[in-house]
């Protein structure tokens, strides 16, 4: 069996990384956001001309990386959301709301600081981790039905 799995949330981190690094052995296939900062806020204006209006040009991006977010999450079988130090990741909030709303499952990636601020999101989480590595260790439980060590 082959887990699609869609990494969203947090882009300043190696969060994906050590997830992706960790899960290398079993059969999984990643996709995830842009995660390059300018590239992402600029993309509506590059493809579809230019703004004056700071608004319009964040507004035409936002809409071309939300139909990219909704076919990854779509696809997805389980969905990854992290949310970083400072919590307050309005994107991956709304990502997490569409993944349940989908019916999808759902893994929140978030500190032990931020449980209570993140009470509704964790509540409709399948599971929430801490650090990338146990993310890893449930992919390897769904998949082979071995725990850790």
């Not at 887990?3 to 960790?22: A, K, M």
């Not at 590239?39 to 493809?47: E, K, L, M, R, T």
């Not at 500190?111 to 999101?121: F, Y």
Request: proline content about 3%.
């Amino acid at each position: 069996m082959t887990l699609t799995v869609y990494l969203s949330g947090e882009i300043h981190t190696d969060w994906r990384d050590r997830i992706i690094e960790g899960a290398s052995e079993l059969d999984v296939i990643f996709s995830g956001p842009v995660t390059d900062h300018a590239a992402s806020d600029d993309c509506g204006v590059a493809i579809l001309g230019t703004e004056a209006d700071k608004f319009w040009h964040d507004r035409k991006g936002a809409q071309l990386n939300a139909i990219r977010t909704r076919r990854g999450i779509e696809q997805a079988d389980i969905v990854v959301v992290r949310f970083g130090e400072k919590y307050r990741q309005w994107n991956a909030a709304f990502d997490a709301g569409q993944a349940s709303a989908l019916g999808k499952s759902l893994i929140v990636l978030s500190l032990p600081e931020h449980q209570h601020a993140l009470k509704e999101v964790h509540a409709a989480a399948n599971a929430v981790a801490e650090r990338p590595e146990q993310v890893v260790e449930i992919l390897r439980y769904v998949l082979e039905g071995t725990l850790p060590g």
